[in-house]
């Protein structure tokens, strides 16, 4: 090699490495873990609304600390996954287990977060005891409301003055005809059973937020279903505060006015709105390809699991439209809505990986797999931005 090949080949390895350097640099940057300086969620929507993040109990056990800085960085809210459910804090009678959900307290206490309590009485995710004698005998109306109000009045009052607000009652409306859900909590106690919930909840901590939580409330028979019984709820004192719709969507569906046109029908109640359970599915569903007898057990089929590489260019871009829009509704709508939370941190931890088929690769929140923002998450924020540029 002569001097000057030497020097070129010199100067193009500093120019490699400069630009590394500045990737490097860009990365933090835009990391959602990074700089001090730029705007994070919890800064751009801080005075619209909280803005909120599911997380399991690793995070918040210390396993997962990547997932712990971009929550605590990002976010003002905090929902346990699943570890403040039924199953999880009495899953014997009477043998409480509280330290995973106070884990949860601390780590929100540590990084100002708000910390949502999910959730009291649920069809799901509570053991069959509850529902029944020694013997497996299902037990009676009184029973049962004795047991749904020791539980409540244990937990709630266990956190009391710690949890911000409580879905109280989970999706007890049927996504069939009728009204409530044919759930053991209302074949036993009856349709009163949400009321007696709340009641016993306000009673437990009178400063607690307390809401009525459900998905597809975007439809519209299921929205006038939950808004009968959101309304007999109100004509008879019962304490609701706000009614969760979860958000579980995709990237075409709900349209975003049906969206909004909820959000109106809910607020128009006296109700404050949350969108508690927010993430975009990108994978196709079974109905689109026609597929009818996939169950949960089944491998994904690849034509069912099409980005197991990573999202190609234009879904990315559709995905950020998609979140962008939604948020431009949030946030037209944000003198009714409390709060936004999205159900999970990133790409490789959310429950769409594993359904409605196990075991597939899915896209549906702002962080991808490695932690890194994806276009949806600068959408977001632009979002915000737009609404007031001074952020
Ligand atoms: O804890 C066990 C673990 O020991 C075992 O190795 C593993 C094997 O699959 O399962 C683990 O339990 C799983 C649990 O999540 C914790 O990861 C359950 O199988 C799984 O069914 C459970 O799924 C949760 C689901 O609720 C249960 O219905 C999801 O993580 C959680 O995101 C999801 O959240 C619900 C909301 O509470 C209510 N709204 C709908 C939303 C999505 O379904």
Redesign the pocket.
Known sequence: MNDRSEAATVVILLQRSLLVILLMAGALLAAPGGEPDTPTLRSVFADDFLIGV?L?GRVVGGRNPEAAEIAARQFSSLTA??DM?WMALQPWPGRYRFETADAYVGFAVKHRMKVIG??LV?H??TPRWVFETTDGEEIEREELLRRMKEHIETVVGHFKGRVHGW?VV??AISDGPGGLRDSRWRRIIGDDFIEQAFRFAREADPNAELYY?D?GLVDRRKRARTIDMLKRLIERGAPVDAVGM?G?YSLDRPPAAEVEQAIKDFAALGLKVMI??LDVDVLPSRGRVGVADISRRETAHPSLDPYRDGLPEDVQQKLANRYAELFRVFLRHRGHISRVTF??VDDGH??LN??PIRGRTNHPLLIDRNRHPKPAFFAVLKAGQETSPSR
Do not use: L, R, V
Request: glycine share 4%; net charge negative; aromatic share 20%.
């Open positions: 599911a399991d996954e699943n459910k999910h959730t649920w799901s995710q879905d989970n999706e939580n998905y979860q579980h508690t359970e159900w999970g959310t429950w594993h359904f």
